[in-house]
C-alpha cells in the first residue's frame, strides 16, 4: 500500500504539491483512480482522483476510518548529535517504529544546538507513510532541559545517563503497561550532574539501557524499542 499525506483534506480536498507530484508524475496516477490518504492525525481516507494535476491534485473522499491509537504514547527528548545525519536517521526509525512526541534538547555538553524543524517533518512525515502509520508526531523546537524537565507530564518520566557512580535502574524493569512514558537521552558527553540531580528532583527516574555504553541515536531507538516490547508483552 501506499499512502499519502494531506494534513487538512477535510476542508481542502487537495493533495500538497509534493504529494500531487508524487501521484500524478511518479505514479502516474490518472482521474478516477483511487489513494489512501492520511491526515497524521490518525484517520485515514480511501479517495477519488478528481483532477490529476501534478501540482494541485484535487480528490474526493469515499471513505474514512479512524485508526485505533495505542494505550501508551512516548515522549522522547534528545539532544542532537553533532552529525546532523545521525539524529535524522534516529528521527526516522523511532517514528517507524512509533512514537508521539519528539523534542530535540539543548543541555551542557550539546554538541549542536539549532536543528532546522521543517527538514525533521519532512523525514517525520516520510517514516509516518512507510510504516503505514495515520499519526504525524508532535515536533517541537530546540528546548532548554530546564524548561522541558520543569513541563508538567501525566505519566512515567526517565532519564537515561550513563554516570555509575549514580544508582539508576534498568528500563525494561520499570516501564508499566498502557501508561504514557517521557524519557530523556542526553548527549555523547552525557548529562551534567546539573541536569541529572535537577530532573530528580522534579519527579524523573535515573535509568539504564544495558550494560552496554550507547550512542545517543542507539540509546534512543534502544529506549523507544524496550518501551514497546514491554507494554506489546503485558498488554497481550
Known sequence: ??????????????????????????????????????????????????????????????????????????????????????????????????????????????ERRELKLERLQRIAVSAMKQSLKAQLPELNPMTDIRTYIAEPFEGQKFIAHC???????????????????????GPEGDFSDEEVSLALANGYVPVSLGNERLRTETASLAAVHTVHVINELRLD
Open 1 to 110: 500500500m501506499i499512502i499519502f499525506y494531506a494534513p487538512d483534506i477535510l476542508t481542502n480536498p487537495i493533495l500538497p504539491e509534493e504529494e500531487s507530484g508524487h501521484v500524478v508524475r511518479v505514479l502516474r496516477k490518472r482521474t478516477g483512480e483511487e489513494i489512501v490518504v492520511v491526515d497524521g492525525q490518525g484517520h485515514r481516507y480511501t479517495a477519488r482522483i478528481m483532477d490529476a494535476h501534478p501540482k494541485h491534485c484535487e480528490v474526493e473522499i469515499l471513505s474514512a476510518e479512524t485508526l485505533p491509537f495505542r494505550p501508551y504514547q512516548i515522549s522522547l527528548a534528545v539532544a542532537p548529535t553533532k552529525n546532523l545525519d545521525r539524529i535524522e536517521w534516529m528521527l526516522e526509525k523511532c517514528v517507524e517504529m512509533g512514537l508521539e512526541r519528539f523534542t530535540p534538547l539543548l543541555c551542557r555538553f550539546s
Open 163 to 185: 554516570m555509575s557512580d549514580h544508582e539508576r535502574k534498568l528500563l525494561s524493569r520499570e516501564i508499566k503497561p498502557a501508561t504514557p512514558v517521557r524519557i530523556l537521552i
